[in-house]
C-alpha cells in the first residue's frame, strides 16, 4: 500500500458509542495493518489504553476523508455525548488536520482546512456554554508546531469572546491565531525541535518565522487580521520586540491577543529543559514580571479565560 493513500487520525478523536464508518489501520514495520474495521467498535479502556503510548499513530484511506470529518461532525451533534467527550472529539481530530496543515506543501488546502476547523470550534462553542472551559482544560501543552498552535487558536478564541469579539472578526480571530506560526514550515526542522535552549545563530533564524509566514500568507487569500497575527504576535508594548519593534497602539488588535495566549501557552508547556508552569502560576507571572510587554485590559480578561477552564475541572487537571 501507499503511504500516500492514507491520512493519520488520533484514536482519541473515535467514540465507543458508534461503530466506526471506515477502516482503521495501524502502521508496523513499513506496513498499514488493519486495526479496526468498517462495522467495528472500540472500547473506551482501549482507547485510554493507547492516549499516553501512541495516540497518533493510527490511519484511515485519505479517501475516507470526508466520512471521517462526517462522522466526528455526527458526534459533535449527539445529544448522547457529555460536553466534554464532544470537546475531546473535537479536539483530537483538528489536531490531525492542523499536522497536515503544516506538513501540507499544498498551502492553498492547508488554509482552508484551517477555516473548517475554525468553524466547528465556534459552533461547538455557540452550542454548548461549557465547550470553552473544557477545550481549554484538554490542552495538551506539547510544543510540536501543530499541538501548540491548536492550542494557542483555542486560547485566542476564548480571549476575543469575552472581550466582545464577533461574527466575521472572530473567524479571522481563529484563523490568524492557528496561522500564527505557519512561517516555522521555512526554519529548520532541528532548530524547531531542539530539546535545549536555542544559540544565537539558530535563535536568529527563528525569529525570522513572521517574515516567513507573512510571505507565505501575501501569496493566498486571507485578511490583513490573519496576516498582522502571524507577522505582529512577537511584537512587545514596549516597542522591543520583533520584527518591526512596533510601539502597543502600531499592533494589530488581535495580534496583541496572539501574543498573549503564544506566552501562555509556552510558559505552561512541558519541554526537556523547562518545566511548565500551572496555568494560575503562568498568568500571575505574566501579570508580575511581564505585563509592560502586553495590552493592559487583554491581560486582565486573560483571567476570565482561566476562570472559564477553572468552572468545568480542577487546574490540576488542566496541566
Known amino acids: 500500500m501507499n503511504e500516500e493513500k492514507f491520512m493519520k487520525i488520533r484514536l482519541s478523536s ?3 458509542s458508534a461503530a466506526v464508518p471506515f477502516d482503521i489501520f495501524v502502521h508496523i514495520g513499513g506496513k498499514f495493518i488493519h486495526y479496526l474495521r468498517v462495522g467495528d467498535f472500540i472500547s473506551a479502556e ?3 489504553s493507547f ?16 466520512n471521517y470529518k462526517k462522522y466526528v461532525r455526527e458526534r459533535m451533534l449527539s445529544d448522547q455525548l457529555p460536553s466534554r467527550e464532544k470537546a475531546l472529539i473535537l479536539r483530537e481530530s483538528s489536531l490531525s488536520m492542523m499536522e497536515e496543515l503544516f506538513e501540507n506543501p499544498d498551502v492553498n488546502k492547508a488554509l482552508n482546512e484551517s477555516k473548517e476547523i475554525i468553524n466547528e470550534f465556534i459552533s461547538f462553542m455557540d452550542q454548548d456554554p461549557e465547550a470553552m472551559g473544557h477545550l481549554i482544560g484538554l490542552s495538551s501543552h506539547d510544543f510540536y508546531t501543530y499541538n501548540h498552535s491548536l492550542d494557542v487558536g483555542i486560547y485566542s478564541l476564548g480571549l476575543a469572546k469575552v472581550t466582545g469579539i464577533k461574527g466575521t472578526d472572530l473567524h479571522d480571530m481563529g484563523q490568524g491565531a492557528l496561522l500564527h506560526d505557519i512561517g516555522k514550515r521555512h526554519v529548520n526542522v532541528d532548530i524547531i525541535c531542539k530539546s535545549g535552549p ?16 507573512l510571505s507565505i500568507l501575501d501569496n493566498y487569500s486571507v485578511s490583513d487580521a490573519v496576516r498582522a497575527c502571524c507577522f505582529e504576535h512577537h511584537e512587545s508594548f514596549l516597542g522591543n520586540g520583533y520584527p518591526q519593534q512596533l510601539q502597543g497602539h502600531e499592533i494589530h ?14 510558559l505552561t508547556t512541558k519541554r526537556s529543559y523547562n518545566a511548565p508552569m500551572s496555568p494560575s502560576a503562568a498568568l500571575n507571572f ?4 511581564l505585563s509592560t510587554r502586553y495590552d493592559a485590559d487583554l491581560l486582565r480578561a486573560m483571567f476570565e479565560v482561566l476562570f472559564q477552564m477553572e468552572s468545568v475541572m480542577p487546574l490540576a487537571e488542566a496541566k
Open 14 to 16: 473515535i467514540h465507543p
Open 46 to 48: 482501549k482507547i485510554k
Open 51 to 66: 492516549e499516553r503510548r501512541a495516540p497518533d499513530v493510527f490511519f484511515i484511506y485519505s479517501s475516507e476523508r470526508l
Open 253 to 266: 488588535p488581535m495580534a496583541r491577543i496572539v501574543a498573549i495566549t503564544d506566552t501562555y501557552d509556552a
Open 198 to 213: 536555542l544559540d544565537e545563530v539558530e535563535w536568529a533564524q527563528m525569529q525570522k518565522h513572521p517574515q516567513y509566514g
Open 286 to 289: 505574566m501579570k508580575e514580571k
